[in-house]
C-alpha cells in the first residue's frame, strides 16, 4: 500500500489507506490517546509470582510487536517524517528490551508482591521523575515516552479497550493507532461520524462494525498519529481510502457535495425496502442482517431486514470484568426476539478468540501461538463447558419465546456437532426438569462453513447439520492463509480466488444435495458484485449488515437466475482470479 503525504496549500495533508467502510465523513478530529489508564492494584500471592511475571512477559512481547509493526509502516512515509517516526519508535522498543524498565517491574513483581500492572506504574514513575530531573531539556522529555511505553503496557496486560467516546460531539471523526473490535463496540454512530487508524485490515471485525454501523472508515494509513491534532476538520474518503486533513476550501466543497449525492442515493434505496426481494424470473431471495449488538436491531429492521441471519454473541462479552451469566444472556437474546417480532434469529455461540477478545474471558483463553488457529471458538465452548451451558441454556429459554436457530462457529469436524448435540440434550433435559420454558422442538443447529476442511468435509457435514451458514470471511482468510485484519497482507485477501469459489460452491451443493438450509453471510453477501455469481451458484439466503440490505435487494431485482447459473459456471471452469473478476465484472455491467 502505497502512503502519500503532502503538504499542499493551505495545510491540506492526505492519508491514504485501505478502504474500510465506503461513504463520506466530514468533522472534527479525535486523536484517541493510550494514556490516561485505570490501573488496578491487588496482592500477588507467593505461589502467584512467577505466573505473574509471565503475564507481564506476554504484555510485553505484544507491546514489542505492535511498535515492529507501527515501524514497518512508518517506513512508507516521506522520508523525513519516516525518520522522525521511525527513532521514536526506535526510542520506545529499546526501552522495552532487556532494559531497566523491564527488570525492574520483573523484581517489583517478585519483592513487592504487587500485580503487573501496578509494577509497571511503580517502575515507569521512578524512571520517568529520574529523567526529569537532567538539565538537558531534550533528555527531560523522553520522560512523556517512558509514560507511553507505559501506558502501552498496562493497555495489554488489561486489554482495556479505549475510554467510552459518550463525550464526543456529533459527527467526531476517531483517528486512532489500532481499533480493537471491543474498542468499536463502543461506537455510538450518533456521536462517531468516521474514523481511520494506523493498524488494521479492511476484513477484521473493526471493519465489519464499521460497515454495520454504516459509518465510513479507512484502515492502515501510516503517520496518522503525530499527522493529526485533535479539533482539526478531516475528512474521512471510505470509498477511495482517503484522510483529508485540514482540506482545503474547494476540498471541502468538493467533498461536501460527494456526501449530499451519496445521501440522495440512500434515500432512493430507503425506496425499495418494502418492496419484494426477487431476481427478475421471480425467484425469491431471504435478506437478513448481521448484528453484533442487540442495539443494532431496530436499524436492522427499518432497513428492511428479514430476520437475523448471524448474531455474534461474542460481543455480549466485550468490555466488561467478567462473562455475562446464563439469566443476563437470557435477557438480551429474550428482549430480542421480542424485538424481532415472530421474525427468525440464527444466534452463533461464542465465537472469541482470533482478533476477537474479550477480558471478561481472559483466562480461559490463554496466550494461543497463534490465535488464529488456537483455543477459540467451538473449540473453547467445548473445552469450558459450563461457560458453553450456560449460553446454550438461555439461548434454549429465548427460543421459547420466538423462532431461534442455533449455529456453531468453526466447525471442522463431525464430531464437535455431535458433541454439541449430546450437550444441548442435556442441558434442555435439565431445563425441563425444572419446569423453565424452552424451546419445543429444540432449535435447528447449523455450523458456520468457514473452515477449509468443513467446507470439502460439507457431504459429512449436512448428515449432521441443520444448515449451513457459509463464512466467506474466514473461509477466505483460511484457504489463502492470508490474516484478514493484518492491512500488510489486505491486498491478498481475494474471495474470488478459484480455490475460495470452489470450497464456496462444494459446500453449497452438499448443502442443497442434503435438503439443508444454506446462507451466505461473509462480507460478501453484503457486496453487490458478488451477488449474481452468489445466486447462480445456488446460495438463495444472504445475511449482511443492514445498511447492505437495500443495494443488494436493488442488485436481486436486477437478475435473471438462469442467466446468473451459465456466467456461474464459465466463472467455475475458470482458474485465473483476474480472469474470474473480469468475468463477473463483465456481467455486473450488463445491470
Ligand atoms: C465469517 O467468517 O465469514 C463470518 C461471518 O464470521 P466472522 O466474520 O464473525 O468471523
Ligand atoms: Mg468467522
Do not use: W
Request: proline content about 5%.
Amino acid at each position: 500500500m502505497r502512503t502519500e503525504q503532502k503538504k499542499g496549500d493551505k495545510g491540506e495533508r492526505v492519508f491514504t489507506g485501505v478502504v474500510g467502510a465506503a461513504g463520506v465523513a466530514i468533522g472534527s478530529a479525535h486523536v484517541c490517546e493510550t494514556g490516561a489508564l485505570q490501573v488496578p492494584e491487588y496482592r500477588v500471592p507467593k505461589s502467584k509470582i512467577a505466573a505473574e511475571v509471565k503475564r507481564f512477559q506476554s504484555a510485553l512481547q505484544r507491546s514489542q510487536r505492535q511498535l515492529t509493526k507501527l515501524k514497518t509502516k512508518s517506513q512508507s512515509l516521506r522520508d523525513a517524517a519516516a525518520e522522525e517516526i521511525g527513532y521514536l519508535l526506535d526510542a520506545h522498543l529499546l526501552m522495552l528490551t532487556g532494559s531497566r524498565l523491564v527488570r525492574g517491574v520483573e523484581e517489583t513483581i517478585a519483592t513487592k508482591g504487587i500485580n503487573a500492572e501496578a509494577a509497571v506504574l511503580s517502575v515507569i514513575s521512578e524512571v520517568a521523575r529520574g529523567f526529569e530531573s537532567l538539565p538537558d531539556p531534550y533528555m527531560a522529555a523522553r520522560a512523556d515516552d517512558v509514560r507511553e511505553v507505559g501506558a502501552r503496557l498496562v493497555r495489554n496486560l488489561t486489554e482495556t479497550p479505549f475510554q467510552g467516546f459518550s463525550h464526543l460531539q456529533p459527527g467526531t471523526i476517531l483517528i486512532a493507532e489500532e481499533l480493537s473490535p471491543a474498542d468499536a463496540a463502543l461506537i455510538d454512530p450518533a456521536t462517531v461520524g468516521g474514523f481511520a487508524t494506523v493498524l488494521g485490515g479492511a476484513e477484521g471485525h473493526t471493519a465489519i462494525m464499521a460497515r454495520s454501523f454504516g459509518i465510513p472508515a479507512v484502515f492502515g494509513a501510516s503517520g496518522l498519529i503525530g499527522g493529526v491534532k485533535t479539533g482539526e476538520t478531516v475528512i474521512v474518503d471510505g470509498t477511495s481510502g482517503r484522510i483529508i486533513v485540514s482540506p482545503a476550501r474547494e476540498t471541502l466543497k468538493d467533498y461536501e457535495a460527494r456526501r449530499q449525492a451519496l445521501l440522495r442515493e440512500r434515500r432512493q434505496l430507503d425506496r425499495l425496502t418494502n418492496l419484494p426481494s426477487q431476481t427478475v424470473d421471480g425467484t425469491r431471495i431471504g435478506l437478513q442482517a448481521n448484528l453484533e449488538l442487540p442495539r443494532e436491531v431496530d436499524s436492522a429492521l427499518a432497513m428492511g431486514a428479514e430476520g437475523i441471519g448471524l448474531l455474534r454473541t461474542e460481543f455480549m462479552f466485550m468490555n466488561r470484568d467478567t462473562p455475562p451469566d446464563e439469566d443476563e444472556q437470557y435477557e438480551s437474546l429474550a428482549a430480542l426476539v421480542a424485538a424481532m417480532g415472530g421474525r427468525p434469529i440464527t444466534v452463533r455461540t461464542l465465537d472469541v478468540g482470533g482478533e476477537k477478545l474479550a477480558y471478561s474471558l481472559g483466562e480461559h483463553l490463554g496466550e494461543p501461538v497463534n490465535p488464529a488457529l488456537g483455543l477459540r471458538a467451538i473449540r473453547l465452548s467445548l473445552k469450558q463447558r459450563k461457560l458453553f451451558e450456560a449460553q446454550l441454556a438461555a439461548i434454549l429459554r429465548a427460543g421459547a419465546h420466538g423462532p431461534l436457530r442455533i449455529l456453531l462457529p468453526l466447525i471442522a469436524s463431525t464430531s464437535e456437532i455431535r458433541q454439541v448435540r449430546e450437550i444441548m440434550g442435556r442441558v434442555s433435559r435439565r431445563l425441563k426438569r425444572r419446569k423453565v420454558a424452552i424451546a419445543d422442538p429444540l432449535p435447528p443447529l447449523g455450523v458456520m462453513i468457514e473452515v477449509p476442511g468443513a467446507a470439502l468435509a460439507a457431504d459429512a457435514l449436512a448428515a449432521h447439520a441443520d444448515f449451513f451458514a457459509i463464512g466467506t470471511n474466514d473461509l477466505t482468510m483460511y484457504t489463502l492463509a492470508i490474516d484478514r485484519a493484518d492491512e500488510q497482507v489486505a491486498h491478498l485477501y481475494n474471495p474470488l480466488h478459484p480455490g475460495v469459489l470452489r470450497l464456496i460452491q462444494f459446500a453449497v451443493q452438499a448443502g442443497l444435495r442434503a435438503r439443508i438450509p444454506v446462507s451466505v453471510c461473509g462480507e460478501i453477501a453484503g457486496d453487490p458484485r458478488y451477488t449474481a455469481l452468489l445466486l447462480g451458484l445456488g446460495v438463495r439466503d444472504l445475511s449482511m449488515a443492514s445498511p447492505c440490505l437495500a443495494r443488494i435487494k436493488q442488485r436481486i431485482r436486477q437478475i435473471d437466475i438462469a442467466a446468473a447459473s451459465m456466467r456461474a459456471e464459465i466463472i467455475m471452469s475458470q482458474a485465473d482470479t483476474g480472469r474470474i473478476a473480469a468475468l463477473l465484472d463483465d456481467f455486473n455491467a450488463l445491470a
